[in-house]
C-alpha cells in the first residue's frame, strides 16, 4: 500500500532578509545623522569641566568664539585665526542682524588657555554693548 | 546591494564622532573702568583671581584662599543682593576663572560679574 503524501521533499530553507535590511538601513540613517551632526560640531577644545546652567529656552548660536589653548582665536565663520580687529568686525556684523543678542553669541575657550585672551575677547563683547555672555562648559 | 548597505554601514560607523555634551555659564560682563558698579546701592563684593607664584589663588577682601572647597564655603556666608564681582587677571588659566563662576552660581548669586582685571 502506498500513500500519497509518502514522497520525500526537498525542503528549501528560506531566510527572510527583509527585516534585516529594515534594521541595517535604519542603522545607516542613524549614522548619517550623526555624522552631519559631527561635521556641524565645534573645534575641538578641552573646555571647563563644570555643571553650567540649564538653560530653558537656548537662543540659536549666532556667533560662537573659540579660543585655543594658546589663545588663538577663531570663529566658526571663519577657516583660520583671526585678530582682535577682525573679531570685532565680525561681532559688530553679527550683533547688526535682527533679534541678535547676547544670548546667541557663545564663547568656548580652553581651560588651559590664559584668561589674557579671554579677557580681551570680552573686552571686544563689551564694546560693542553687551551685557552678558555664554561661556560653554562641559557638563561632567 | 546588501553588500553596499553593509559596507556604507561600516563607513558611517567608523567615520562617525560624537561630541560630548556642553552647558553654558553666564556671567555678566563689565569693564573694569565701567560705570555699572558706581550706580549699585550695595557695596560690590569683589573676588579677585591671580597667581601667586605656580598657584591660582581666590583674594576676597584680604582673604588669600587657595582651594575651591575654601572660597565655596567663603562666598556661602556673603548676602546675596550685591551679587558677586570676578576680577579675573590675565595670567589665570581660563579653568580656573570658570570655578569662580560656578561656585558663585551655586552659592545662589543671581549677578555674578565678571570683570577683566587691569594690571
Known amino acids: 500500500m502506498e500513500f500519497k503524501g509518502n514522497k520525500s521533499r526537498v525542503i528549501i530553507p528560506v531566510v527572510e532578509m527583509t527585516p534585516m535590511i529594515d534594521i541595517v538601513f535604519l542603522l545607516i540613517i542613524f549614522f548619517m545623522v550623526a555624522a552631519q551632526f559631527a561635521q556641524q560640531a565645534h573645534i575641538k577644545l578641552d573646555l571647563p569641566t563644570e555643571v553650567g546652567e540649564e538653560i530653558t529656552h537656548k537662543e540659536q548660536n549666532k556667533l560662537v568664539i573659540n579660543i585655543l589653548e594658546d589663545g588663538t582665536i577663531i570663529v566658526d565663520k571663519s577657516e583660520g585665526s583671526i585678530s582682535l580687529q577682525e573679531l570685532e568686525s565680525i561681532v559688530g556684523s553679527t550683533l547688526g542682524e535682527d533679534n541678535t543678542s547676547w544670548q546667541n553669541i557663545t564663547l568656548r575657550a580652553d581651560e588651559n588657555a590664559l584668561s589674557k585672551s579671554l579677557n580681551e575677547v570680552i573686552g571686544v563683547l563689551h564694546k560693542h554693548g553687551l551685557s552678558a555672555t555664554n561661556v560653554a562648559t562641559e557638563t561632567p | ?119
Open chain 2, 1 to 119: 546591494m546588501i553588500d553596499v548597505t553593509f559596507l556604507l554601514l561600516i563607513y558611517f560607523i567608523v567615520t562617525t564622532v560624537f561630541t560630548p555634551a556642553e552647558s553654558l555659564l553666564s556671567p555678566a560682563l563689565q569693564l573694569e573702568e565701567g560705570a555699572a558698579s558706581q550706580t549699585q546701592d550695595f557695596e560690590p563684593q569683589i573676588v579677585t583671581l591671580e597667581m601667586q607664584g605656580i598657584h591660582t589663588v581666590y583674594v576676597l577682601g584680604g582673604q588669600v584662599l587657595t582651594s575651591r572647597v575654601e572660597f565655596a564655603t567663603t562666598i556661602a556666608k556673603l548676602p546675596i543682593a550685591p551679587g558677586l564681582i570676578i576680577r579675573v587677571k590675565n595670567e589665570v588659566p581660563v579653568g580656573f576663572a570658570l570655578t569662580a563662576v560656578q561656585e558663585a552660581r551655586n552659592a545662589g548669586f543671581e549677578r555674578v560679574t565678571y570683570v577683566p582685571a587691569v594690571d
